[in-house]
């Protein structure tokens, strides 16, 4: 089978998304698929070092140069793979191939549509996510990486008749358990050997909690039992609100402030964590869950899908709204730490490369035998 996958932009610095390509596109071709990855390429964004500038420069490079290009190259090729719903644009331009689409989240959709007020969109995300809708709208073959999403694709599109399939997001990097830190790396966050900690892998994005997860660390910090820990905190670098609530909360010296880590490094943490604590607000799915998981390191997420959707019954469920309650089920919780740990190997099994993989090349079966080559 002749795939073309086509993936994202990579000045918008959407690593997972990245991951994501490069995962499926080494799985296909292990299957013995011929496989290409295209992305739109920066040209016109290059012309500016200004970041609002080049930003709607880049819409001249992934909407007026691109297409052009994905369509010649599309020709070539039985099926065409767009990675990622935020390109649903794109179907139309490869409208004379069998093609699908994944669906990660709308919470984008979402937000431009007024649902969040966390998350206030101007008028130009308004008509792209309008933009985006559309052609979600007119796809007919839809890859949903949870039930939550294809859900939340349901509610947004109606009955469309659209052919969807829910297939599980594999683990894109081979964490295992028992690695030891990277050389310097756990004194450059100055944590001492043996050093208990508890750890947050995510954004700055809203849905992500950060105030939420230094509210928990500040209850837990409280009890005994937790009297010695600390919160390592990994992602992009924490905003004003953030730091402002941090000494609020008299934590400055208890929270560490990791930034952006190595493949290696993040494996390292999850490892040697007391648990991850990833209580979410929304979520398309939930990477760190599984990552943590696959590292031995116990999981605590809010108890709402598609994190307890992802978790099943290998994690410790909260809400975590309800600060108070939240502490004393993870402070309980935690007392059955080799369970978590076993539980969440188990819970592996439904998210194995070679079982995602099956179901893709399934799906790609069914695409191509649908014998309906257009866009709706």
């Not at 939340?152 to 030891?180: F, S």
Request: aromatic share 10%.
């Amino acid at each position: 089978m002749r795939v073309l996958l086509v993936g994202n932009y990579e000045p918008d610095h959407q690593e997972s998304m990245q991951r994501y390509a490069s995962w499926l596109e080494k799985i296909l071709k292990a299957r013995g698929h011929q496989v290409a990855l295209i992305k739109p390429c920066p040209f016109f964004s290059n012309l500016s070092s200004h970041p609002g500038l080049s930003k709607y420069l880049g819409y001249l490079d992934k909407f007026l140069i691109f297409p052009w290009h994905l369509r010649r190259l599309a020709k070539t090729f039985d099926l065409v793979h767009v990675l990622d719903h935020s390109n649903s644009m794109y179907l139309r331009v490869v409208r004379g191939k069998p093609n699908l689409i994944t669906c990660h989240d709308l919470l984008a959709i979402r937000a431009a549509q007024g649902e969040f007020s966390e998350s206030p969109t101007g008028w130009s995300g308004k008509l792209l996510q309008r933009w985006i809708l559309s052609g979600l709208r007119r796809a007919r073959h839809v890859l949903c990486v949870s039930t939550k999403t294809a859900n939340d694709l349901k509610a947004l599109t109606g009955e469309t008749g659209a052919h969807d399939r829910i297939v599980y997001n594999a683990i894109n990097w081979n964490y295992q358990p028992g690695a030891p830190f990277p050389s310097g790396f756990a004194s450059k966050l100055g944590l001492r050997a043996g050093q208990r900690y508890l750890l947050h892998v995510g954004s700055t994005s809203w849905y992500k909690n950060r105030p939420g997860v230094v509210r928990i660390f500040a209850q837990l910090a409280t009890m005994e039992e937790f009297s010695t820990t600390v919160l390592v905190m990994v992602g992009k670098a924490w905003g004003a609100a953030l730091r402002i609530l941090i000494r609020e909360e008299q934590l400055s010296n208890r929270i560490v402030e990791a930034g952006s880590v190595s493949n290696e490094e993040l494996q390292a943490l999850y490892g040697n964590a007391l648990a991850l604590l990833f209580p979410s607000l929304e979520e398309g799915f939930g990477w760190p869950i599984l990552e943590a998981q696959a590292c031995g390191c116990p999981v605590v997420t809010t108890g709402r899908p598609p994190m307890s959707e992802v978790a099943g019954d290998a994690a410790i469920l909260i809400d975590p709204e309800n600060i108070p309650a939240a502490a004393a089920l993870i402070a309980s919780g935690l007392q059955r730490r080799e369970q978590l740990r076993a539980d969440g190997f188990r819970n592996l099994a439904r998210f194995d490369q070679e079982v995602i993989a099956d179901q893709y090349c399934s799906f790609y079966k069914a695409v191509l035998e649908d014998g309906y080559a257009t866009e709706r």
